[in-house]
């Protein structure tokens, strides 16, 4: 993921969990090896990042999901009600269980949560007790708490991240280190400037400015026309992933009980053709962004029948349509994450010294996006799993699910 090309015939030395060295796969080594691992004419990427993660059921089980997917790296977007985030990141980080490396942001805040000053001062806090690595903001605020929120958060070290301020200009927004959806800008511009060209492109000149990354999770949009829409309903409830979700759960979100199914707001004529309408400004959008090289985060916001791990593949491949190259896709879910979380000095590439947190594909991603699913094999945390031990994992979530 150094450039756009493939690297052909090489071999690649891993020893205690990282990348000793890569060299021509003709040439003869004198290194002895403990294990062999059979890869010619198969093609090998850094392992994946998904930027916008949720926890909706068994931890163990969505991180098997994540890791089955090539996905190596996580970042968690909220704390709920009942949930340790902390503790996850914690266990995680000492391989108690089959995990990605893990980043978590503090509880989901909204206005409720930040109403005064005083509630700003004890949420930040909170956060610096906890040790959480990020504050996720989901709601416009008023502009005296926004600012003071930010205030203190820098005094404490704390990144920012989350929604938009809808109710405040551009520039507000791009004041914390990113944004969690590119629907955000949408609504933080007017209908007129929406349909400027020449406004989108000044628009993206600014956020490439701020120095923000955003993260566009064109899926989890592209979910509610599935939900609301009859013919797509029918067969996103067939999808035969949703045996990988607990069946309470996956039957609620096949119901007609969810308000994407009962709600005019999403299920009329003219509503669809809104929602069509509206991911293609969103597509259309990320095209500008990343023209004006704004740093793209491939994020896929996982809950209800958006199933983990699977979910980020189809987020690439939303990418990618929007008019991201296969190279500059896959850069989205790895070297610029791993630039993102100060990470690209052990990860985000396949090269000597990093990390060997590496996936083996069948098929060049290069030449198809969706390529980046035809896994045989992924490396995490000094652990080979191949295609049967992937396979095994999936079956453990199926069964734990049944």
Sequence with gaps: MNT??????????????????????SKKSNISRDVIIPASGKYLMPGLVETHFHQQNNIKNEFKLLIANGITTARNMAE??????????????????LSPHYYTAGPYLTQKHL????AVEDVIAHHREKGYDYLKVADNLPKTVYLK???????????????GQRNMPLEFSLRIKSIAHVEEFMNIFSKDQNTSISFLH????EIKTSGIYVSPTLGIFEMISKYADNEKHQKLINDENIKYLPKHYSGYWKSNKI??????????????????????????FTSILHSHKVPLMAGSDTYGLFIPGFSLHHELELMNSAGLSAY????????????????ISQSGTITEGKLADIVLLEKNPLENIKNTRTILGVFVKGKWL?????????????????
């Design 4 to 25: 756009d090309t493939i690297l052909r015939n090489q071999r690649v030395l891993i020893t205690n969990n990282r990348i000793l060295k890569i060299e021509s796969a």
């Design 80 to 97: 709920y009600d009942g949930q340790d985030h902390i503790k996850i990141r914690e266990l995680a980080r000492k391989n108690s269980f």
């Design 115 to 118: 109403n005064s000053l005083r």
């Design 149 to 163: 929120l930010l205030e203190l958060a820098k005094k404490e070290s704390i990144d920012v991240i989350g929604h």
């Design 202 to 205: 000044k628009a993206a000149k």
């Design 259 to 284: 308000n994407y199914r009962k709600l005019d707001w999403f299920t009329t004529t003219k509503s669809l053709n809104r929602l069509e309408g509206e991911l293609k400004w969103q597509k259309k």
């Design 328 to 343: 500059e896709t896959l850069k989205s879910a790895t070297v610029t994450p791993a630039r993102y979380l100060n990470t």
């Design 386 to 402: 191949d295609r049967n031990s992937l396979d095994q994992i999936l079956l453990d979530v199926e069964k734990a699910n049944k």
